[in-house]
DNA sequence: AACGATACCGGCAACGATACCGAAAACCTA
DNA sequence: TAGGTTTTCGGTATCGTTGCCGGTATCGTT
């Protein structure tokens, strides 16, 4: 006996049956009489005994387990995406298991994905939800949802919200509120998120007949501390946008980061809106405007999905968009026309 | 072949070697021919192979692997405290698992997570970090560290912050403005984090001969809904409190609520304190005083232990205290004298 | 040329659990 | 009571992987 822990071996001796009834006692078969079920549970019980997740998951190729695959679980947006997957999945009493690798080299992503969807696989978990996947298909007939994948069209069910559409709406707000020097702060331009929030920028400009200026634009990554130093790049050169169109809400911090050391005053001198509607984005001062993309939803709806999936049920669509909403709070301000 | 993906035994297929040689290519092993070594680690890449983490770790009972259980993954404790663990896991290359189950049934909580340890337990993880647990000793020989466990001594390394002693400081903070009502909002008493901040709030009152008004105290359970019910009954009673201590910062967000239907400004009208320092808690407006735990350093710690633990060093100590430190932000105020 | 020492690799058993098959026991039915 | 049916249970193979053992090929040495 290697095993740090109680058996399925253990159990059975010391109930005095097989390891085989053990077994069907612990997955609620028909062939077992009632006396002894009890008895075996009752050792179960005193012995604290729980089966393995890797042998049952071995030989069962069944665990009653959805695995999530990001990069970090500490994020804000992936930690809000985690609880609307646990909650769906809980609901359907499934466990959850949040996997993050060490061993992440930069420039193969797609191949570290490939790699922990291959470890978990049929072995760990019933099916699996990658977060911001790089790659667009993996080698397996598997449950697999993404959510906010970089390419534009996977080979598996994808969960995205209408990012473009949601920049649109923030842009014509701004634009109605009478800016028409609007500065961009982009997020990690690898991610199709970015990309398509920047597009909505664009979009929003050209609609309205204003022409774009580059030196309006700056790239930031998602992060408060790069969004910092990019809002101070924008907001000290000579002719200073109005207003900031910020990627994610964390890049709004970090305009109200520059904002702060260079004594303006948010919205008096500088209108900002962000996008997500992270927590903190209703209480920080004053509450920020931004783009509710219902994180949680987006969790909920993947985990929907890959249950769906595990229960052999065919998905209609591949891409499945989750609507963006303005949510307009006191981060803006009506510009009053210069010349009067 | 019932397995959804690739296996080793289609790795050994394709490049003409036997499974073993795989294997041994997969472990670094010394008894591979180089040419050979490369020939299987390109088939390896081309099918996207990774070893299954259930079956080495049944076979090898090592898998390079920390599990983490946790009931939600969502909150803000644990995520920044997944945060701390995650970057020391990292550092030592080993990978991160969460795990959170569905099958929670309240009234034997101790029993579920002895579920949760002997289903990771040596076939999934090396070691173990349980957050908050209700327990206080489980069936097993196996790494295990504990953060913020319920029972004062436990059997394993436990990682606690100084909790009273944070209170306490806070306490003479108030004090030392001139509040002498000062009320107060408790944890989920049934945590031992929430009994030692009460201990250290009565404890503040006594050293300073001040009387415990039973009225200026009310039970709350770290939640921010909660907390707003009751502060609402400690603001609305006949002779409310000049100042509350709040046994979390989500309860002290609670406060705030209160105190912005009430109509009352903070710290005009009322001062404030938390408890955590979260990461909200610097942006919301005003900013709160509260008393910083360090949560990641905790993780950390943990982190650290479970990583000597299993490379087979003692623990030299079982109880590991993290010191508190008091930041005073803007939600206190210095009391006028009420006579004056 | 013959031998021993390596280097390299394949076969087999085992990890803990479940699926399947068939045997023993218990229960009916006539 | 004999025969058949059902209930209950044990034995065995197997999941994908690694550790161990031993076999073969290659090479250097005298």
Redesign the interface.
Known sequence: M?????TIRDVARAAGVSVSTVSRVLNDKEDVAPETAAAVRRVI?E?????????R??RS?TTHVVGVIVQ???HPFI??L??GI?EV???????????????RNVEALA?WE???????????ADGIIVVTPHAAT?????PIVAVDPHQADTEFPAVISTNRQGVLEAMNYLLGLGHRRIGFITGRMDLQSAVRRYDGYRSALQEAGVALDPALVVEGDYSRETARGAALRLLTQPHPPTAIMASSDDTA?GVYDAAAELGMRIPEDLSVIGFDNI??SA????PLTTVDQFIERMGALAAEIVLKLIQGQPCESRVHKVPTQLVIRQSCRAIESVHS
Do not use: C
Not at 2 to 6: F, K, L, M, N
Not at 283 to 286: A, D, G, I, K
């Open positions: 290697q095993h740090t822990g109680v019980e012995l604290g005994y729980a089966s393995s997740l890797a042998a998951g071995l190729r970090d679980m500490w930690s809000t985690i609880k646990n999945v809980a609901a359907h009493s499934y466990d959850l298991l949040a996997y993050a690798s060490a061993r191949q490939q790699q922990q969807v291959a470890r978990l696989n049929g072995t760990i993996y080698r397996t007939a598997f911090f927590a903190a209480s920080v001062n004053p």
